[in-house]
């Protein structure tokens, strides 16, 4: 006689589908690239046109070009471009005090609104991988459980 074909055996728990990030994750990965989003826009509109050094544009926007990597990364959510985000983030900072301390007028303005995206992006950073790793300590307690 012959047999049906086997059903196809369940999947091990294993390979069960990765759970979707909690809300929090969320919010924390939308602050920095929100954060991100206004450091290249900020560094590229006050390079271009609202106080470069030169007219018609300065050599110094490319100082972006550091930033433009890290939001692909950011935008599949890699923990490792968070990362190193949260650390290269600081030399966009110091700059910003060292403008916002020794230039006036609208570039000190700028400097300052620098400053506070860099923390804004440094906080939302390390929330991130804060959270990412809580969650993923208490998922793999409850798998092992």
Not at 34 to 55: D, K, T, Y
Not at 111 to 122: E, K, N, S
Request: hydrophobic residues 50%; charged residues 10%.
């Amino acid at each position: 006689m012959i047999e049906p074909p086997a059903s196809p055996s369940p999947a091990p728990a294993s390979a069960t589908p990765p759970t979707p990030p909690a809300a929090h994750v969320g919010q924390s990965r939308t602050a920095a690239v929100a954060s991100l989003l206004g450091l290249i826009v900020l560094g590229l509109a006050w390079e271009l046109w609202l106080a470069p050094l030169r007219p018609g544009g300065s050599w110094w926007v490319i100082k972006i070009v550091p930033l433009l990597p890290a939001l692909p990364g950011l935008l599949k959510n890699r923990m490792y471009t968070y990362r190193w985000l949260s650390l290269m983030v600081w030399l966009y900072f110091t700059e910003g005090v060292v403008r916002a301390t020794s230039e006036s007028g609208l570039s000190a303005g700028l400097a300052t609104l620098q400053v506070v995206l860099c923390v804004a992006l440094f906080v939302a950073c390390t929330l991130h991988i804060r959270l990412r790793l809580r969650d993923a300590k208490a998922l793999k307690t409850d798998t092992a459980a």
